[in-house]
Every structure is written in C-alpha cells, then in structure tokens.
C-alpha cells in the first residue's frame, strides 16, 4: 500500500450510486491537504472531477458530474469521500485519489504524476 489507497469502486447499473473512499495510510496524513479525485477512461484523458479543501470551506466539481457528485472528509478516519449519483454509463473510469501537498483546491486541476502522492485506482463500471 501506498501513501494514499482509494476503494469503493463497483459494478451498478445506471441511476444508481456509489461512495469511494481515499484513506491515507501512516505515516502520512491528508488531512492537511487538499485531496482531488480524477478519473480516467480507456483511451480518454484524465478529467479532474472533484477537490476539497484542507479545512473543507472549498470544493470544486466538474461540469460533468455537478449536482451529481459530492465530496467529504472525516479526519478521524483519514479519509475523503466522493459520494456519486444518479450514475450513467459515461462516468465509467479508474477513479483515483491524489494530493500535491497544497491546502487548497485548483479548479480543474491534475496533480503532477512524478510528484504527487497518487493512489492505485478504483474501477467504477456503470451498465445495465
């Protein structure tokens, strides 16, 4: 295991939801840093889906999963989640958790994958 280790991914059907977690493994803390989730498809390039915020005041989504997608942090378990609905096919993709050790949240922002604390993936699959 790595610093950061996301899980949660699953197979659903359209419509449905799911909650992946990112937890950071010691001695290693993300609590304070901002934790962004990217996703990345087969042949597609990697989209910046969410951000928080080290101290939780900020959060950014992408276009493509506004008003579906939430985010939260629990510091005692040092974990971030990202709570998804309202699922469809296009949000098929290896989910990854990743930290560049800022505070704060960058819109549509990748962090650099030399330097960054990256997690393995979590495979999110949505058919029916």
């Known amino acids: 295991q790595g610093p950061l280790v996301e899980s949660g991914g699953d197979l659903v059907q359209p419509g449905g939801s799911l909650r992946l977690s990112c937890t950071s493994t010691a001695p290693f803390d993300l609590q304070h840093w901002a934790i962004y989730w990217i996703r990345q498809a087969p042949g597609q390039e990697r989209e910046a889906v969410a951000c928080?915020?080290?101290?939780?005041?900020?959060?950014y989504f992408a276009d493509s999963v506004q008003g579906r997608f939430t985010i939260s942090r629990d510091n005692a378990q040092k974990t971030v989640y990202l709570h998804m609905h309202s699922l469809e096919p296009e949000d098929t993709a290896v989910y990854y958790c990743?930290?560049?050790?800022?505070?704060?949240?960058?819109?549509?922002?990748?962090?650099?994958?030399?330097?960054?604390?990256w997690g393995q993936g979590t495979q999110v699959t949505v058919s029916s």
């Open positions: 990743a930290t560049d050790f800022v505070p704060a949240c960058a819109s549509n922002h990748i962090p650099d994958s030399k330097s960054a604390f």
């Open positions: 928080i915020s080290s101290n939780d005041k900020y959060t």
